[in-house]
């Protein structure tokens, strides 16, 4: 079985040589150091997973991670020497899938590179211009759009990840707190109301009237993606 593909995007050579020895052993680890070779390399060879840097050379990291998230949906794993909460979450909403204080402990970025994988099902394969369609549902990464018969909806990118999670696993009820955890990478407290936000306006957009009712609510086990819904449901 083929190890999953990391990329590390990072211009400190020691920190290059420390990942690769501590990630060999289970993802096959290559790295680059600089913004623009990384952008070339994730387009051109998407990796599974990317770990990268902010304070690159010739392109920063945040415009690697905005001018990838333009055309990949690929997990981004941000290294970040900034603490300040407001700059975390901005990098989050460009597209970053979750993120690491330097200095961090090898066995967390582990674990958090496993975790990423898992929820991407990722492993072994890259997936990130494949379109994902149950039914009538097309759901676009590249355009961050979503097909329901012929009317296209665009999404938030929130939006996209929730529905992106339900449709690969149809049928599977998601807890509220599971599912906000898995999209914005942070606890469920004090997350309900943006949840609900999220969640009614991807009903507007998918559950149609008199038609199918795709994303449903089931009292209070969760949400879940009904590929087969009855009209009403």
Same mark, same amino acid.
């Given at each position: 079985?083929?190890?999953?593909?990391?990329?590390?995007?990072?211009?400190?050579?020691?920190?290059?040589?420390?990942?690769?020895?501590?990630?060999?052993?289970?993802?096959?680890?290559?790295?680059?150091?600089?913004?623009?070779?990384?952008? /070339?390399?994730?387009?051109?060879?998407?990796?599974?997973?990317?770990?990268?840097?902010?304070?690159?050379?010739?392109? $920063? #990291?945040?415009?690697?991670?905005?001018?990838?998230?333009?055309?990949?949906?690929?997990?981004?794993?941000?290294?970040?020497?900034?603490?300040?909460?407001?700059?975390?979450?901005?990098?989050?909403?460009?597209?970053?899938?979750?993120?690491?204080?330097?200095?961090?402990?090898?066995?967390?970025?582990?674990?958090?590179?496993?975790?990423?994988?898992?929820?991407?099902?990722?492993?072994?394969?890259?997936? $990130?211009?494949?379109?994902?369609?149950?039914?009538?549902?097309?759901?676009?990464?590249?355009?961050?759009?979503?097909?329901?018969?012929?009317? $296209?909806?665009?999404?938030?990118?929130?939006?996209?990840?929730?529905?992106?999670?339900?449709?690969?696993?149809?049928?599977?009820?998601?807890?509220?707190?599971?599912?906000?955890?898995?999209?914005?990478?942070?606890?469920?407290?004090?997350?309900?109301?943006?949840?609900?936000?999220?969640? /009614?306006?991807?009903?507007?957009?998918?559950?149609?009237?008199?038609?199918?009712?795709?994303?449903?609510?089931?009292? #209070?086990?969760?949400?879940?993606?009904?590929?087969?819904?009855?009209?009403?449901?």
């Amino acid at each position: 079985m083929n190890k999953p593909r990391i990329l590390v995007i990072e211009d400190n050579q020691s920190l290059d040589d420390l990942l690769v020895e501590t990630l060999q052993e289970d993802f096959a680890v290559s790295y680059v150091q600089d913004g623009a070779t990384g952008i /070339s390399q994730v387009l051109a060879d998407p990796p599974d997973l990317v770990i990268l840097d902010l304070m690159l050379p010739i392109v $920063s #990291g945040e415009s690697v991670l905005k001018t990838v998230r333009k055309t990949s949906t690929v997990p981004i794993l941000v290294l970040t020497a900034v603490q300040d909460k407001g700059k975390v979450v901005d990098l989050l909403e460009a597209g970053a899938n979750d993120y690491l204080t330097k200095p961090f402990d090898l066995d967390e970025l582990t674990a958090r590179i496993r975790v990423q994988l898992r929820t991407a099902n990722t492993a072994g394969r890259p997936v $990130s211009q494949a379109t994902l369609q149950i039914g009538d549902i097309i759901l676009d990464p590249t355009a961050y759009t979503v097909q329901v018969g012929d009317q $296209s909806f665009p999404l938030a990118k929130k939006e996209y990840a929730i529905l992106k999670l339900l449709m690969g696993h149809p049928q599977q009820v998601f807890p509220k707190a599971d599912l906000y955890t898995a999209v914005w990478h942070e606890p469920y407290i004090g997350g309900e109301n943006t949840l609900a936000v999220h969640l /009614s306006n991807l009903r507007k957009k998918i559950n149609q009237p008199g038609g199918p009712q795709y994303i449903q609510s089931l009292g #209070g086990l969760g949400v879940r993606f009904a590929p087969h819904a009855e009209a009403g449901q």
